[in-house]
C-alpha cells in the first residue's frame, strides 16, 4: 500500500532530512535519548489505571457477599435493636425496677 505524498509533505520532508545532516553528535544523541524516553513512558500503564479494575472487582464482590449472606431482615432487626438495648438505657430500667419494688415494699 503506497501512500502518495503532498507537494507540501514532499517538501518538509526534504528540509527535515537537510536539518538532520547539520545535526552535532551531542545533539543527535539528546535527541535519541528523548524519543526513547518518550517511547517508554508512552507504552507504560500507570499504577493507578492498572490497579482499577481489580479495586472494582474485589468492592463488586464484597458488597454482593453483603447482601447474599445477611438477609435484610437481619440487617434491620440488628440495627433497631442495637439502638433500643444499650446497656445504659438497660441499666436505668433495672434500677427503677428495684426502686419500685423497694417503694411498694
Known sequence: ???????????LREELLAAEETLTFGERARL???????????????SRHRWLPFGGLLAASLLLALLVLVPAG????????????????????????????????
Request: aromatic share 8%.
Open 32 to 46: 535519541i535519548a528523548a524519543r526513547r524516553r518518550a517511547l517508554e513512558t508512552a507504552l507504560e500503564p500507570t
Open 74 to 105: 437481619e440487617r434491620l432487626e440488628n440495627r433497631l435493636a442495637a439502638e433500643h438495648t444499650e446497656p445504659t438505657e438497660l441499666g436505668f430500667y433495672y434500677w427503677l425496677a428495684e426502686t419500685q419494688e423497694l417503694a411498694g415494699s
Open 1 to 11: 500500500m503506497t501512500i502518495e505524498m503532498r507537494e507540501w509533505e514532499k517538501h
